[in-house]
């Protein structure tokens, strides 16, 4: 399992340094160039939630009666993730998601989050993607982030979702942000304090406990079946380049404002 999983890493290594070195964290200086980067990055929280839940979903039972869905330990690998990521804490103590936790970053530093509030509000709605996508005005590069998502999700194939969930996660995020965003603190500290506490607590959390979970669980859920490991690495490979894509989006959106 182990040489599997360092295969599929080996793989998407180029990838994923393409990813840390994206010409879209140099573009960042200002609070007002957060602000931009932001409203197309939680896009990507939300439907790195979405993507959690469809995993519980389909790992365990979420039904009355209720009945024992698959094995114990991956159960018990995506029940932990889920408490971590949809109820943690603040920099207060007080239980909220991750996804909650962003949204309250975007307002501190006034980032427009009108459009991830609509969206959201629409699906609640019960309206389908394109309607909204239409009535948020979500930047292109985000629809097409969140398609490929919804994309894995609606395969139905929990090692697909797995694997996507695992090397595509919100933790390849380079130093030279953090020291960007602690140079736009030191100048703004009331405006960036709770994102700032949000990067640093995702990557606590995420970087090291969780990433270690999933990794556990793709290698569980692929098994000895080389197909399926085939299928995770190319779905792994995809997800990186929708990211990568995403912040091409976020860095042509900083430019014309500029």
């Known amino acids: 399992m182990k040489e599997r999983l360092e295969k599929i890493q080996e793989a998407i290594a180029p990838l994923q340094q393409q990813i840390v070195n994206h010409k879209v964290y140099g573009a960042i200086h200002t609070l007002a160039d957060l602000r931009v980067f932001m409203e197309h990055h939680v896009f990507a929280v939300w439907d ?8 519980q979903n389909n790992l365990t ?12 330990d991956t159960r018990y690998l995506i029940n932990e993730i889920v408490t971590g990521e949809e109820s943690d804490v603040d920099a207060f103590g007080v ?5 909650e936790l962003y949204l309250e970053a975007m307002q501190q530093c006034g980032a427009n989050t009108k459009p991830i509030e609509i969206f959201v509000e629409e699906l609640k709605k019960g309206n389908n993607f394109a309607q909204a996508y239409q009535q948020s005005n979500t930047p292109q590069a985000a629809r097409d982030f969140v398609d490929f998502t919804f994309h894995t999700i609606d395969s139905q194939k929990n090692h697909l979702q797995s694997a996507v969930f695992t090397f595509g996660r919100e933790d390849l ?3 030279m942000f953090f020291s960007i965003v602690n140079d736009i603190h030191q100048n703004f500290p009331d405006q960036v304090s709770i994102f700032k506490y949000y990067l640093e607590r995702h990557i606590e959390v995420d970087g090291d406990h969780h990433s270690n979970l999933a990794l556990e669980m793709t290698a569980k859920l692929c098994g000895d079946d ?10 792994s490979l995809l997800s990186l380049q929708k990211r990568i894509d995403l912040w091409d989006g976020a860095y042509a959106a900083l430019q014309a404002k500029k």
Request: aromatic share 14%; with cysteine; hydrophobic share 45%.
């Open 48 to 55: 790195f939630m979405s993507l959690l839940k469809a995993l």
């Open 61 to 72: 039972c979420t039904q009355v009666p209720w009945f024992p869905v698959g094995t114990a």
């Open 95 to 99: 239980r909220k998601s991750h996804f």
């Open 173 to 175: 995020i380079p130093s």
């Open 226 to 235: 080389e197909h399926l490991w085939k299928e995770a690495e190319q779905a």
